[in-house]
Each structure stands twice: as C-alpha cells, then as structure tokens.
C-alpha cells in the first residue's frame, strides 16, 4: 500500500470508490496527465491489482476490483 497523503494513495483511494473513476477525475485530483494515468493502471496491474472498465454515459469508470492482499490468498 502507497504512503498516505501521496498521488499514489489518492488514485488507489479514488479508484476504490463504490462508482470508481473517470481519468478526468483522476487527473485532476493527481495533476498527472491521461498518458500517466494509464502507466499507473499498468503499474497497479503489474503489482497485483484488478481494474474493471465500465462505460457510463459518455465516459469509461475504473474500479479496482481487487487487490494484490486478496489475489495471493488463492
């Protein structure tokens, strides 16, 4: 889990959220640009996490799913 009070904990945090993200939120709440946005979903992936895709009205939600914690329980 990132540190508290990082960009990193605030993507993870709003992707947890029960509606998840849009990268438009993401990208203003971390001031990270789109193409960064996407690196970090790669990132996420890599270490263990799972993000859904949902597309909403005229925009696609990102969700995590779950986490590497509950991915190595199996």
């Known amino acids: 889990m990132p540190r508290v009070g990082t960009k990193q904990a605030a993507f993870i945090g709003l992707l ?4 998840g993200a849009t990268i438009r939120e993401l990208t203003e709440e971390t001031g990270w640009r789109p193409n960064t946005v ?4 790669v990132t996420l992936r890599k ?3 799972q993000i859904s895709v ?6 696609k939600r990102y ?3 779950a986490g590497p914690d509950l991915l190595n329980q199996g």
């Open 54 to 59: 949902e597309q909403k009205a005229a925009e």
């Open 38 to 41: 996407h690196s970090a979903f």
């Open 63 to 65: 969700q995590l799913t």
């Open 47 to 49: 270490q263990g996490w």
């Open 16 to 19: 947890g959220r029960p509606d």
